[in-house]
């Protein structure tokens, strides 16, 4: 069965320091898509990155990268330098592409309070 | 901007009366989705539409039923409210401009029963 787990309920960082969200995954597919979600405190859920299971290059946008490492099934998300408008419940998300089903299964999400 | 909106945006309603949520699609995706979103559990699946007249059961369904007469809208329904069922609600379509695999979502709807 697939699961996400977010350990991190809330995190809470001065601006301009670095923070890195957790997400730890569980499939038994060998080909699956991972995804992280924004949700400011506007509501919307923002889409922010998709990987699938065949690239664990890492990703850098700006201030935000990712790194996946299927060895320990993680997809964590790390902001540089963070700001306040940073602050929301971040999401984590994964989908199996083999079920064909086209399920997406959340993590319980991480709120991240950024202070100035 | 995935071309979706949620109708009503906010609804207050008391237990027992029926409610009809809906998700509207200007871009012709196949598959959408309606979510709850409550403290504690993330985004948890309710229904899920694979095309017109084509539903099935997501992991919170007690409840709510689901229609799709037309590619464009995903109706959801709480038969009778119960204030367990107060939340926000949100529609998903799959697919997009940059990618097919992934899910965007429509703003939510909070609903409040009394």
């Known amino acids: 069965a697939q699961k996400v787990t977010q350990a991190q309920t809330e995190i809470s960082v001065v601006e301009k320091e670095d923070v890195t969200l957790d997400c730890v995954y569980e499939t038994r597919d060998t080909t699956y898509y991972l995804f992280w979600y924004k949700q400011p405190p506007s509501g919307e859920l923002v889409f922010l990155i998709r990987?699938?299971?065949?690239?664990?290059q890492n990703e850098i946008s700006g201030r935000y990268s990712w790194n996946f490492q299927k060895s320990t099934s993680s997809f964590n998300f790390t902001i540089t330098a963070s700001q306040v408008v940073d602050s929301a419940v971040y999401f984590c998300?994964?989908?199996?592409?083999?079920?064909?089903?086209?399920?997406?299964?959340f993590g319980t999400g991480t709120r991240l309070k950024v202070l100035a | 901007d995935a071309g979706i909106t949620q109708s009503p945006r906010h609804k207050v309603t008391e237990t027992g009366t029926p409610v009809t949520l809906r998700c509207h699609q200007t871009e012709n995706h196949r598959y959408m989705y309606w979510y709850r979103q409550d403290p504690g559990h993330g985004l948890r699946l309710i229904h899920y539409s694979y095309g017109v007249k084509d539903t099935d059961k997501g992991e919170v369904s007690d409840g709510y039923s689901v229609s799709r007469s037309k590619t464009e809208d995903f109706l959801l329904t709480l038969e009778s409210a119960t204030s367990s069922q107060t939340s926000v609600y949100f529609c998903?379509?799959?697919?997009?401009?940059?990618?097919?695999?992934?899910?965007?979502f429509g703003p939510g709807t909070r609903l409040t029963v009394l």
């Open positions: 990987r699938n299971s065949f690239d664990e």
């Open positions: 998300a994964l989908s199996e592409a083999t079920s064909g089903t086209y399920k997406y299964i």
């Open positions: 998903a379509i799959k697919g997009g401009r940059e990618y097919t695999d992934t899910q965007y």
